[in-house]
């Protein structure tokens, strides 16, 4: 198999066109393909990929909605015999099982990049998407060739490799992903005895809590269908911390309890790089709402060599300033707040 194999994406959604267009903006000749014509003349017309030709792929890259991709990637496995299969969906099991009763999972990857965006279609796909985002790969029965292809698409779109058996994979996202779509859903669900006026008192945390309550349906009923069981465990546990906290005696410390332990586990949740843990720290600069004012910002922690690992900005319209949080590794703090206040910016807090 070449470094770069003649790759062919089938499903030119938001995933799809994704790959598409991140593989070819790294030289490699892909082709792609769609059910719905529209979708695919989109993902011709954006770039993600050529129409398919008639050479065979040396890859196939299925994209399809979750609970038509294992049938899919038993189509492609008989269709081109000598190409190598992986997919994108976001629970394996089912998948693998597909590949197996085909009798082609020795040229079969499992694949689930963990990035994606509460939009679907081609017309929000980006080049970038899955960059420094993990990219798992579940080997189940195929050869080690067949394995480090897939694992190049990975490292090609500048993802995090990370390598896992099916199952495991399914338990661990029912958990860092289904559930959470459920709970955002049903905070955002909780709203709906409020009128217009009431919904619009919402502050920065029902947003933080909600953005993925915007999801399309269709994907997350699959999704939940095809990891079921691990889906609802998760759910249990959910839902009996709720009870515990409605049915306590004194809710304030049943919600203390709840809130410490979530305290502790949301610190392990990875940071921009995917791998480690947030271990940076932040400084608050009070920044005037001027033109220019953040690129000057910017300009000033980079001349003291600091590395801003993430950005925030707190901001209220017709507000003067605004905060802005620059987050370093903690070394770089201590320097970065006196280059910052030497160049006349009033430090908040570090
Ligand atoms: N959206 C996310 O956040 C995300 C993230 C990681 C993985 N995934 C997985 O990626 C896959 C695609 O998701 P998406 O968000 O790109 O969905 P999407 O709805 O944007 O795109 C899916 C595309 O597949 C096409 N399609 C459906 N059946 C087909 C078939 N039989 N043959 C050819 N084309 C077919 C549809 O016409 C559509 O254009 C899903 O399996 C999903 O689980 C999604
Ligand atoms: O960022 C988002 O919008 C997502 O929901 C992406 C997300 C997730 O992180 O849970 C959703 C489903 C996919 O299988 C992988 C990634």
Redesign the pocket.
């Known amino acids: 198999m070449p470094a770069t194999p003649r790759t062919h994406v089938?499903?030119?959604?938001?995933?799809?066109?994704?790959i598409g267009l991140g593989l070819r903006a790294a030289g490699w000749d892909v082709t792609i393909?769609?059910?719905?014509a529209e979708?695919e003349r989109l993902a011709w017309g954006i770039g993600a990929g050529d129409p398919l030709g008639h050479e065979a792929p040396e890859l196939v890259i299925v994209?399809?909605?979750?609970s038509?991709?294992g049938?899919?990637v038993a189509e492609a496995l008989e269709r081109w015999p000598g190409a190598w299969v992986t997919?994108?969906?976001?629970?394996k099991a089912p998948v693998l099982e597909a590949a197996r009763a085909a009798g082609g999972s020795a040229r079969y990857v499992g694949s689930?990049?963990?990035?994606?965006?509460?939009v679907?279609?081609?017309l929000?796909a980006q080049s970038d998407l899955f960059s420094a985002r993990p990219w798992v790969v579940c080997a189940g029965d195929a050869a080690e060739e067949v394995v480090e292809t897939v694992r190049s698409v990975a490292r090609t779109l500048e993802s995090d490799l990370v390598e896992m058996d099916a199952s495991a994979h399914d338990a661990a996202v029912a958990r860092v992903s289904h559930a959470p779509q459920v709970v955002a859903s049903a905070a955002a669900a909780a709203l709906g005895p409020l009128g217009a006026d009431d919904v619009a008192l919402a502050g920065q945390g029902l947003r933080d809590v909600t953005r993925i309550a915007g999801?399309?349906p269709?994907?997350w009923a699959?999704?939940a269908r095809m990891n079921h069981a691990a889906l609802v465990a998760t759910l249990d546990h959910i839902i009996g911390d709720l009870e515990d906290v409605r049915e306590a005696d004194d809710i304030g410390e049943a919600l203390t309890d709840l809130i410490a332990r979530g305290n502790l586990e949301v610190e392990r949740i990875p940071g921009k790089h995917g791998g480690k843990t947030r271990e940076w720290r932040g400084v608050t600069v009070i920044v005037p709402d001027e033109p220019g004012q953040l690129v000057r910002l910017l300009q000033d922690a980079a001349s003291v060599g600091a590395n801003v690992e993430d950005l925030s900005i707190e901001h209220s319209p017709r507000q003067p300033v605004g905060l802005t949080t620059l987050f370093v590794e903690p070394a770089s703090a201590p320097p970065l707040v006196e280059a910052l206040e030497r160049a006349g910016w009033t430090v908040a807090a570090s």
């Open positions: 089938i499903g030119a959604g938001l995933i799809g066109a994704s393909a769609d059910a719905a979708a994209a399809v909605r979750p038509a991709t049938e899919v997919d994108v969906a976001s629970v689930h990049p963990m990035a994606g965006r509460e679907s279609g081609g929000a999801s399309p269709a994907m699959d999704i």
